[in-house]
């Protein structure tokens, strides 16, 4: 199987930023720890909030932006997690800002971020103050999960009415593959934060079924038209 990072086509550093539907702490885990695998040095952290179980899954974690700090932890063996703050059930991560500085500074080759949540729904309209995307990222990843496709608006979307703004349509209207392109690159949508020298790429996620296939190559036929966006992938299941 072609590694996600080959798919991905990856440059030899990067700041990736993981928005939209669910799938992406999957991504963070399991890119960042392929990545490692490989030799290459890799921090993990978020610009929002993060169950704390979830985060303890990392085998090294770093409770410091610190650059120092940032840099012993990356000598110990796997992806660091980079963490700031957190209480029995959340942590939180360093700012955009504080992400971009050690992006420049640290020494890691790949740095990756969760920088949009979506209660764990497979399609996300966000709003005006999201995503939360560090301004030197190279990479966004606008992730999409495979189950939006055939299921009602208000049940699979995260921010219902920024999506029937997007597209009009009812709440309770049946997605299709067309309805999902549409919200995914809407120009009041992710695309509006990504900066400006950064490739974006459509993931989907969560693929178990024929159907889930048909809906991503449909997804990566209609995103051929959108010229913000360089290509839609899917998601390898990292279980």
């Not at 067309?178 to 993931?203: F, K, M, N, T």
């Amino acid at each position: 199987m072609t590694a996600f990072s080959a798919l991905l086509g990856l440059d030899e550093r990067e700041l990736i930023s993981l928005v939209g539907g669910g799938g992406k702490s999957t991504v963070l885990f399991g890119l960042g720890s392929e990545l490692a695998a490989a030799g290459r040095r890799v921090i993990l952290t978020t610009t929002t909030k993060m169950g704390r179980e979830q985060a303890m899954l990392a085998r090294t974690i770093c409770w410091s932006a610190d650059t120092r700090s940032a840099n012993e932890a990356l000598d110990k063996p796997g992806p660091v997690m980079l963490l700031t703050a957190g209480d029995d059930h959340k942590v939180t991560g360093p700012a955009p800002e504080v992400v971009d500085r050690l992006f420049r500074e640290a020494g890691a080759d790949f740095v990756i971020v969760e920088a949009d949540g979506s209660w764990q729904r497979p399609l996300k309209a966000p709003a005006a103050h999201e995503p939360v995307v560090p301004s030197t990222t190279t990479t966004v990843l606008i992730l999409m999960g495979a189950g939006a496709v055939g299921r009602p608006l208000n049940e699979v979307t995260h921010r219902v009415e920024e999506a029937v703004r997007f597209t009009s349509l009812p709440p309770d209207h049946i997605l299709t593959v067309e309805d999902c392109a549409r919200i995914l690159v809407h120009p009041d949508g992710a695309l509006r934060v990504c900066p400006p020298q950064s490739r974006v790429l459509v993931a989907v996620s969560r693929i178990r079924t024929t159907e889930h296939v048909a809906s991503a190559k449909r997804l990566s036929q209609l995103l051929e038209a959108e010229p913000r966006v360089s290509g839609c992938v899917q998601v390898p299941d990292y279980s």
